[in-house]
């Protein structure tokens, strides 16, 4: 069972790249690395996934290096809507299985003008 | 599309009250989840479902019951309400393979 580690919070400004780190050491050979992001009294929303080496969509970058035992979620030039708590799970999405997917406390992003 | 609906978006109960929360999706999900989330905290998985007439429980099933009769629809029971149960509860679905939809939320209090 992968179980991930992130910082609780950070704070950025305006701007900035922010990269948020998550560890997961214990990741297995069928896990897949997820980042939701999560405004408050809203669901998670889904930002990105990988597998290894690195992904890129329009909203963030998701860096693994080879031995998968970390990813870092990279955010672009953030604004003040950033502000948010982002989630990394590690899990199989084809496997059945869905308690082997664990939610952590993800890591609070301030974003200040 | 409406994605993934949920009903109620609040409710209040009384110790001991039963009541059951709605869960709609409209994406031909195989797969849907009940999760809650406490103040401050990550998503629990309390029962999740890999297709119609198809449940199992996850991580905090205890207190909760569930049925998937259609497709689309998730059903999340409480017999007997506990305080403990106080949280917002929040619903998804996805395909084999994909990352999952969350619902709105339902807000619950049990006093």
């Known amino acids: 069972l992968a179980k991930t580690t992130q910082p609780i919070s950070m704070d950025s400004y305006e701007g900035q790249e922010v990269n948020i780190t998550c560890s997961h050491n214990?990741?297995?050979?069928?896990?897949?690395i997820t980042w939701y992001q999560q405004f408050p009294s809203q669901g998670p929303r889904f930002i990105i996934q990988?597998?290894?080496t690195k992904v890129t969509n329009e909203v963030a970058s998701l860096f693994i290096p080879a031995d998968r035992k970390s990813s870092t979620l990279s955010l672009p030039r953030v604004s003040l809507s950033d502000t948010a708590v982002y989630y990394c799970?590690?899990?199989?999405?084809?496997?059945?299985?869905?308690?082997?997917?664990?939610f952590g406390s993800g890591t609070r992003l301030s974003i200040r003008p | 599309n409406a994605g993934v609906t949920q009903t109620p978006k609040f409710r209040v109960l009384k110790t001991g009250q039963s009541m059951t929360l709605l869960c709609a999706q409209d994406?031909?999900?195989?797969?849907m989840y009940w999760y809650r989330q406490d103040p401050g905290m990550g998503l629990r998985l309390i029962h999740y479902?890999?297709?119609?007439?198809?449940?199992a429980k996850g991580e905090v099933p205890d207190g909760y019951n569930v049925s998937r009769l259609k497709k689309q629809n998730f059903l999340l029971g409480l017999e007997s309400a506990a305080p403990s149960q106080t949280s917002v509860y929040f619903c998804?679905?996805?395909?084999?393979?994909?990352?999952?939809?969350f619902g709105p939320g339902t807000r619950l209090t049990v006093l």
């Open positions: 994406m031909n999900h195989e797969y």
């Open positions: 990988g597998y290894k």
């Open positions: 799970l590690v899990g199989d999405p084809w496997y059945s299985s869905a308690s082997k997917i664990i």
């Open positions: 998804a679905s996805k395909f084999d393979g994909g990352s999952e939809f």
């Open positions: 479902s890999v297709g119609e007439g198809t449940t």
């Open positions: 214990n990741i297995a050979t069928n896990d897949y």
